[in-house]
């Protein structure tokens, strides 16, 4: 939500509630001062669903990051076989090399 169009919901809010109060209680003071509670509870509401919001988006990073490194191990499993497959094979080719020149010298 903009939050231009926050303030002007606000506003409507504050103004219904001060219109609300006056019509039932006929007393200015009494509209102007539940107006400025409401108006306090309203915000301490805001602030909280932000607080919440960012609790929540670091939750996620920290689940996303759990992840990652879930994954990056997988990875380092993975390419340590992949190593030692290509150590085997240069291994295996190395000793046929070896072999070949054993064979050629008397």
Known sequence: MRFIIFCRLLGLVLCGNAVTVYFASHSFRLAVVTTLGCSLLLQLGYFASVLFLIWRSSCAGKAGQGAELVDRSQ?????????????????????NQTLGISLLLP
């Open 75 to 95: 990875e380092v499993r993975y390419q340590s076989r992949d190593d030692e497959h290509r150590n085997e094979t240069q291994d295996v080719s190395q000793r």
